[in-house]
């Protein structure tokens, strides 16, 4: 199964693993070799590595309104 996705600033990216406050949809704050993160569901901001987003994406969705 390859998932090659085009990740861009201000897409919604659902993770296999839910954050502490039970949600799983994370908005991109900045692309690069570390994504900027922040959970859709309390507003916390994670940097991560782009290898890592990579493998636990179970989706991809573009903002409402685009």
Not at 19 to 45: M, N, T, Y
Not at 54 to 63: F, I, T, V, W
Request: aromatic fraction near 6%; charge should be positive; include cysteine.
């Amino acid at each position: 199964m390859d998932k090659r996705w085009t990740y861009e600033v201000g897409d919604i990216v659902k993770l296999k693993k839910p954050h502490p406050c039970g949600s799983h949809e994370w908005e991109i704050l900045r692309v690069g070799a570390d994504f900027r993160l922040k959970c859709e569901g309390c507003g916390h901001q994670v940097m991560m590595e782009r290898k890592i987003v990579e493998k636990n994406a179970r989706g991809l969705r573009k903002p409402e309104g685009a």
